[in-house]
C-alpha cells in the first residue's frame, strides 16, 4: 500500500468517526442517519483493507445500534482484538453489545457471561475511561442480581467520574441494589446524588425516597 493510499483510508476511517459520532455531516437524501453514513464508509474501506483496525472497530459500533446484528459486532471487535491484542477497546466495545443484548434475549445467561469475560479483559489491559467500564460491569451485576458486586462498581464508577462524563444509572442503580438489600438509608443517599446532578427525573427519585423514608419510619417504630 502506497503513502498516498494509506493516507487516503486514514482520512476516510477519520471522517466516518465523526459522522458516527454526529461531528461532521452527511448526505440526508442518501442515508437515514449518521450511523447507516459512517457504516457505508467502514464497509468501504474494509473491502480494501479488510485488517483495518479503526475500520473493524468503527463498523462493529455502527452494527452494535442494531440489535439483530450484535453477534456480526461482536465478530467484528474479535477480529480487531485479534490484529491488536493489547489494545482493551475491543473487549470493552464487545463487552457492552453483549451486555445490551442479554437485556433482550432468552439466552441472556451466556450471553451475560460472555460479557463478563469481555469485561475482564478489558480491565486486565488498562480500558480508559475507567468509570465507564466500572459503570458497565456494575450494571451487569446488577442485572444478574449480584447487587454487593453491583454496588462495588458502582462505587469506583462514582469515585472515578468526571463531572462532564456523569452517568445517572451509575447512582439510580446503585441505589436501587442497596434497596433491593434492604439497604434503604443507603439507598436514599445514592438516590440524592442522582437527584443532584441529573434532576431531570426529579419527580419520579423523589417518590422513590419518600418510599423508602415510609419503610425506615415503618421498622423504626416496631
Known sequence: MSANEYKDINDRTAHAYHILERRAPYDLNLYSGPVEAAQVIFEEILSNCPNSFEALLGLGRCYSYKHFKYREAVRLFERAAGLKPEDPEPY??????????????????????????????????????????????????????????????????????????????????????????????????????????????????DQRIEALRAVLNEQSTI
Open 92 to 205: 470493552f466495545r464487545a463487552g457492552v453489545v453483549l451486555l445490551r443484548a442479554a437485556e433482550r434475549e432468552t439466552i441472556a445467561g451466556e450471553l451475560y457471561r460472555q460479557s463478563i469475560r469481555f469485561f475482564q479483559k478489558a480491565l486486565e489491559l488498562g480500558y480508559t475511561p475507567q468509570y465507564e467500564l466500572f459503570d458497565s460491569l456494575g450494571t451487569l451485576f446488577f442485572r444478574i442480581e449480584e447487587f454487593t458486586e453491583a454496588i462495588s462498581w458502582f462505587m469506583k464508577a462514582a469515585e472515578s467520574m468526571p463531572a462532564e462524563g456523569f452517568i445517572p444509572s451509575t447512582f439510580y442503580l446503585a441505589a436501587e441494589s442497596h434497596a433491593r438489600l434492604g439497604n434503604y438509608a443507603e439507598a436514599i443517599e445514592w438516590y440524592e446524588l442522582c437527584k443532584k446532578h441529573w434532576p431531570v427525573d426529579g419527580e419520579a427519585i
